[in-house]
């Protein structure tokens, strides 16, 4: 079943502007993970937060968890052609990863 | 340090026939998961392995099985294959558990059944 539900499920922007996926989730959590896929290749983990954490930032991600809403944020700042590739939100429980089913994000030249 | 290895990258089957995909870890990397992704049902877990012992198993037939090796690579096997099955397969590796561990995959092995 699915526990993370990304939105939205298709993003289109250009160059230089700024992407906002969200994710919602049903159940507790102890930790919440963002991945990228590009198109025919496999995930690569982006950023992992913790339940006791608000906001986490890697280069141009910025991460943020509302455990009260069950919701997380992934803002990608400054986008570039390169971010083009499918975002997924993930939650854990007995060490199987739930995944969404993801939002793909185009950025145009 | 050597990524995930995935092997063979592209596989054509056709129904009723059985496969075997192989996956390299990272080195170091003693836990072992198993997904299938498809169009339609997304990222599913199948099955995690960690000291050649399977500690979870997703919600699939038995046609479905794994092992791990005391190497930790690990081999997922699928009997009796359908058209349903026709996936890409990404095999992830990790230190610890997928609980609190960032996840490394493979490229996956696409799968086709005719």
């Known amino acids: 079943s699915q526990q993370g539900e990304e939105d939205p499920q298709a993003l289109s922007i250009q160059e230089g502007e700024n992407a906002t996926m969200n994710c919602s989730y049903k159940?507790?959590?102890?930790?919440l993970q963002w991945y990228r896929q590009n198109s025919g290749r496999g995930l690569v983990h982006l950023i992992l937060i913790r339940s006791n954490e608000r906001e986490k930032h890697s280069g141009r991600l910025r991460v943020t968890l509302d455990t009260s809403k069950k919701s997380s944020s992934l803002l990608i700042t400054a986008s570039r052609a390169a971010d083009t590739a499918s975002y997924f939100c993930?939650?854990?429980?007995?060490?199987?990863?739930?995944f969404g089913k993801g939002t793909s994000l185009l950025v145009t030249p | 340090k050597a990524g995930v290895t995935q092997t063979p990258r592209y596989l054509i089957k056709t129904r009723g026939q059985q496969v075997t995909l192989s996956c390299s870890p990272i080195s170091g990397h003693r836990s072992v998961s198993w997904y299938q992704q498809t169009p339609g049902q997304g990222l599913q877990f199948l099955f995690e392995y960690f000291s050649e012992t399977q500690r979870n198993k997703g919600n699939f037939p038995g046609r479905f099985s794994g092992r791990q090796f005391s190497n930790s690579r690990s081999e997922m096997n699928v009997s009796t294959l359908e058209l349903g099955d026709s996936a890409l397969y990404l095999c992830a590796s990790s230190v610890g558990t997928a609980d609190n561990q960032p996840q490394h995959f493979g490229d996956g092995t696409r799968l086709s059944i005719l």
């Open positions: 993930a939650t854990s429980r007995r060490n199987a990863l739930n």
């Open positions: 159940t507790s959590i102890n930790n």
